[in-house]
């Protein structure tokens, strides 16, 4: 799908391509799951080549960041599906060639949706084609911030379940659901990494904007670029530190279901010492010798049976005495 977008007094109007060429006045080309067709359209109008999926997904910083005949291509990890439970991360490339942006993209992240939303209703939004741009990288930014105040507060309320002391009633019901728990975390932790992937990307995608020769920004931009800079250092600085809650949670976890595994080896050594020496009077009065004291006397039933008792109770005495149970 192609979507013109186009510099009115109102904002930016989304209009279909015509017959005869783009609308006058298109500021932005955003394609979205392009045919070959829509991309030979916008490489005419642009007079640049748009690059393919493949390319798009190349990790070198030279693959996603370059100047071609004038024109600017920078490729930008963005998260998508932050609010299902299996988040994605999705290359989205911007070509800018003068006073025109095009975007090659195969996801519908929400920063796209939101701006489109925003430029309809403010002029100055789609003023030119680097203000677009600027104006889409914020957005992509905002929701960054987002979704590490996201996950913080997720891993807040993680983090009171994983230290807090269980109430009686939640110890006789089984205890705390560790494994959930674990699952949670490991979804906020993978959400985080692909944030971090984002923010990485977006640094060097700003580090190459503001020192390419290419274009003439404008002071404006300029300055929102540099904006832009500093709120993704800080955001990553903000995601190391997240970064490292989740660990502690992490390890915090495994820590309480190795002291619960060792509760339970724990009951069955005491279970097993305790029986024991029963175990070994019944055995020894059950062994079928004719010359055996006890067996006529009276009271050897009732006295076997209380050395037994007696040999269980002592162990678990002298285990709760020091402190072991």
Known sequence: MLNCFVRTPAGLERQPPAAT?????????????????????????????VPTR????????????????GALYLTLTVVTGIDTT??????????????????????????????????ARHEAAGASAPIVLGGLLEAIVERIADTLERVGTELDALSAGVFATPDPAQRNSGGRDLRTLMQQIGRNGDLLSKARESLASQSRLLAFLQQS??????????????????????LADHAAFVNGKISLLLDATLGLINIEQNNIIKIFSVASVVFLPPTLIASIYGMNFRHMPELEWPFGYAFALALMVASAILPYLYFKRRGWL
Do not use: C, K
């Open 21 to 49: 060429g783009f609308p006058p006045g298109t500021v932005w080309l955003d394609l979205v799951n392009p045919t070959p067709a829509e991309e030979q359209a916008v490489e005419r109008q642009l007079g640049v080549e």
């Open 86 to 119: 299996r988040p994605e991360t999705s290359a989205i490339t911007f070509i800018l060639a003068g006073d025109q942006l095009a975007t090659l993209r195969y996801a519908d992240p929400l920063p796209f949706r939101s701006f489109i939303a925003h430029a």
């Open 54 to 69: 493949e390319e798009m997904r190349e990790i070198e910083a030279s693959s996603r960041l370059y100047e071609e005949r």
């Open 213 to 234: 020769a290419a274009t003439t920004l404008a002071a404006p931009l300029d300055g929102r670029l540099h904006n832009l800079s500093r709120d993704v250092t800080s």
